[in-house]
């Protein structure tokens, strides 16, 4: 049984940074995929960033390349979504999810979901 927990959200002034990060549970998490979607109010759940289990494999939203940066630590099952130069479009909530494959990933169905963290850019 894998499970991911997310942590880390929460009010930001605009062009400032925040970090969330995301526990895995699970002795396969090496071999997961592990990536990142957001769901805005109103709007649809979208892709951020995602890390596969191959080192190098990552791939961002051309909303956020530049500004966000997904990284691993596979020997304590985490995942970090470094977010700087934040917008108020970054507003939302931040899912961390992974997946065995990263194409589920890339296509926005992950078999594992946490419950979210909210992340709120304001003046």
């Known amino acids: 049984q894998v499970r991911v927990a997310e942590s880390g959200g929460g009010l930001v002034q605009i062009g400032g940074s925040l970090r969330l990060s995301c526990v895995g549970s699970?002795?396969?998490?090496?071999?997961?995929?592990m990536g990142w979607f957001r769901q805005a109010p109103g709007k649809e759940r979208e892709f951020v960033a995602v890390e596969g289990a191959i080192p190098g494999s990552t791939y961002y939203a051309d909303s956020v390349k530049g500004r966000f940066a997904i990284s691993r630590d596979s020997d304590n099952n985490m995942v970090y979504l470094q977010m700087n130069s934040l917008e108020p479009e970054d507003t939302a909530v931040y899912y961390c999810?992974?997946?065995?494959?990263?194409?589920?990933?890339?296509?926005?169905?992950?078999?594992?979901w946490g419950q979210g963290t909210r992340v709120t850019v304001s003046s």
């Open positions: 999810a992974a997946d065995f494959s990263i194409g589920q990933l890339r296509r926005g169905v992950p078999d594992y």
């Open positions: 699970g002795r396969t998490f090496s071999n997961l995929a």
